[in-house]
């Protein structure tokens, strides 16, 4: 049998838990219930869900809905989520993350005590992610979201700046950012930043890069709508050379592994931890074929 280990350190971060848990409680009911966008950023957990009875969807089928129970998933909403639901008698079920909510809180605080009216409020995250939309609901739509230093160009640095991260970004990422942004800020203008990235999340980095370099190989298990699966995955490349990644068990087959390696297998904060024991009992069914 090859010689696998599965980092026990990923998997699912306890925001993700937290909502997935709510979502088994609420279905075992036997009540109808929907979630706004796909509870995690993994194809197969939400079919897994599915089947219970869980029922995704999107902004404009809850604008129709009425007298309904609806799941916020741990992302976070904007606060046009929430007057929906009032005005259409809809019960929420708040799984958002308290890191999310806490981060919102912070940028509708700093949005609306903002020294001056052109102060500018930006979001280092990804365009378009469920998060950052949450996020500039805070402030009206008036957010800068800016994924890299390509996208400073949108900001105007003769004018006050207040920075924040998605909770899910690269924290050197986010660090080299302010540096660059700091000098770039003009002498008369205010440059403040916040540094709101869930360590729980950034710390996955150091344990990948410990994880990648025991051993030979390193299977990453990870959605592909994941940004974290991503970042940690790329990371993980980047440390070791012989990173492959994989949404689901059976595609590890065409990888042609050497199963006389050492074998790790992890994933990102959106893998459950049956995806990655699936990963480990196909290679050990391959191993038996060799």
Same mark, same amino acid.
């Given at each position: ?76 909403? $904007? $606060? ?17 993350? $308290? ?15 903002? $020294? ?175």
């Amino acid at each position: 049998m090859p010689n696998i280990e599965i980092d026990q350190k990923s998997g699912f971060c306890f925001g993700v838990v937290k909502a997935i848990t709510k979502a088994e409680e609420e279905l075992a009911k036997g009540e109808t219930l929907y979630c706004l966008g796909d509870i995690v950023h993994n194809g197969l957990e939400v079919e897994r869900l599915a089947k219970m009875g869980l029922i995704t969807i999107d902004h404009e089928e809850l604008a129709k809905l009425h007298d309904a129970k609806v799941l916020l998933r741990a992302h976070g909403e $904007p $606060p046009s989520t929430y007057e929906t639901a009032k005005k259409n008698n809809i019960t929420l079920i708040d799984a958002s993350c $308290p890191v999310v909510l806490k981060l919102q809180s912070r940028i509708k605080n700093a949005y609306e005590t903002r $020294p001056t009216p052109d102060t500018q409020i930006v979001i280092y995250g990804h365009i378009g992610h469920a998060e950052v939309n949450g996020l500039m609901g805070q402030t009206n739509d008036e957010a800068i979201v800016i994924e890299s230093e390509d996208d400073l160009y949108k900001v105007d640095f003769s004018k006050n700046i207040r920075l924040f991260s998605q909770t899910t970004k690269s924290l050197d990422g986010f660090n080299k950012l302010v540096t660059t942004v700091a000098e770039m800020t003009d002498k008369s203008a205010i440059f403040e930043n916040t540094d709101t990235i869930c360590r729980q999340v950034a710390n996955r980095i150091p344990n990948i890069t410990t994880f990648a370099e025991q051993n030979d190989i390193v299977v990453f298990v990870s959605g592909k709508k994941s940004s974290n699966g991503k970042v940690l995955y790329e990371h993980s490349k980047k440390i070791n050379p012989n990173t492959y990644i994989v949404s689901e068990a059976g595609e590890v087959e065409a990888l042609n592994l050497d199963l006389t390696k050492k074998i790790g297998i992890c994933g990102a904060t959106s893998t459950p931890s049956w995806q990655m024991e699936a990963v480990a009992n196909k290679l050990n069914e391959l191993a038996l074929q060799v």
